[in-house]
Nanobody, 127 residues
Framework: QVQLTESGGGLVQAGEPLNLSCAAS????????MAWFRQTPGKEREFVGT????????RFPDSMKDRFTMSRNNAKNALFLHVNSLKAEHTAVYYC????????????????????WGQGTQVTVSS
């Protein structure tokens, strides 16, 4: 079992940056990708970005490429999300996810590709 713990959320002013962290523990040897998703009430979970390290790539939706970046600390099994200049529309619960597999057919942009999820961290952007 893999346990994921997010941190770094809270109330943030619009225009300020955001840094979220996800720490993984447990059976992390099976992981090949970690990702961020977010969700607002009444809406489906939305893909924010993925970091896959078997084939070595990161992916973001086109709408997020201009201000979202990710990095990973291999030794600490941690994934980080950085957002430049927050907007009110970035308000959501942000979830960290992890999955395993080494196939190019895995769609890491889809929530169902991930086996493990964190509890989520609320990010509220005030204007």
């Amino acid at each position: 079992q893999v346990q994921l713990t997010e941190s770094g959320g809270g109330l943030v002013q619009a225009g300020e940056p955001l840094n979220l962290s996800c720490a993984a523990s447990g059976g992390t040897g099976s992981m090949t990708a970690m990702a961020w998703f977010r969700q607002t009430p009444g809406k489906e979970r939305e893909f924010v970005g993925t970091f896959e390290w078997i084939f070595g790539y990161t992916r973001f939706p086109d709408s997020m490429k201009d201000r979202f970046t990710m990095s990973r600390n291999n030794a600490k099994n941690a994934l980080f999300l950085h957002v430049n200049s927050l907007k009110a529309e970035h308000t959501a619960v942000y979830y960290c996810a992890a999955g395993g597999g080494a196939s190019t057919k895995i769609s890491w942009e889809e929530w169902f590709s991930y086996d493990y999820w964190g509890q989520g961290t609320q990010v509220t952007v005030s204007s």
